[in-house]
């Protein structure tokens, strides 16, 4: 079990490389971050490992730990992956959700369209990542939820960056509400077909340029 400290360490790594604050290459120096986060150098340390073995950071041999690069390719390589998995556990899901978990899952869809509404593209990118955590939970598939967990730990940037996109987070809304609709009404073959609609979406929109012209 990780410690309340090694938690807060990894929280704070994964908001700041979303955000862009610590972009991909960008050097992980223990020292700084223990004055980052506040907590000791060997929460850190944990926090770097865990993160590593996600594949959101990496180890360079003799050179220490940086943010790992992960190109728009690598994306959309890692969501092919990722969308038949998302897929199955939307199936089971709605095989299996409980009354209490249905509800979760409406007032969790709640809380997306006010950030939408808001225009808190942060909010609302941290959200989609805790939507599809209730949606493994409920399908009660800790293979399948395991290895969404770490494709997902390396697109966190790129989602991000997704959501700054303008209309984007109302497509993508869209999309996740026909998936809570479908998961909460019990239908699995809709469930599982919201979500596979909803990753090509994604896929698609990583494969287009970015306004920047940058990766997505």
Do not use: W
């Amino acid at each position: 079990m990780a410690s309340a400290a090694q938690e807060t360490a990894e929280h704070a790594l994964r908001v700041a490389i979303s955000r862009g604050d610590m972009p991909p290459g960008y050097r992980l120096v223990e020292a700084e971050l223990v004055t980052r986060t506040g907590v000791s150098r060997s929460a850190v340390r944990l926090a770097i490992d865990a993160l590593a073995a996600e594949g959101l950071v990496e180890r360079i041999p003799n050179r220490g730990a940086r943010v790992r690069v992960v190109s728009t390719e690598e994306a959309v390589a890692i969501t092919e992956c990722r969308m038949p998995l998302e897929g199955l556990l939307a199936r089971k899901a709605a095989e299996r959700i409980t009354d209490a978990e249905a509800h979760r899952l409406r007032a969790h869809l709640e809380t997306m369209t006010a950030a939408v509404g808001s225009g808190d593209v942060q909010e609302y990118s941290e959200l989609i990542q805790q939507l599809h955590a209730l949606v493994g939970e409920a399908a009660r598939h800790p293979i399948a939820a395991d290895l969404v967990g770490r494709l997902q730990a390396q697109l966190v940037r790129h989602q991000f960056r997704l959501s700054l996109r303008p209309g984007r987070p109302r497509v993508s809304l869209a999309e996740l509400t026909e998936l809570v609709d479908a998961i909460t009404g019990r239908d699995p073959g809709r469930a599982e077909a919201a979500a596979t609609a909803h990753f090509r979406s994604v896929i698609a929109a990583l494969s287009e340029p970015s306004p920047s012209g940058g990766p997505a």
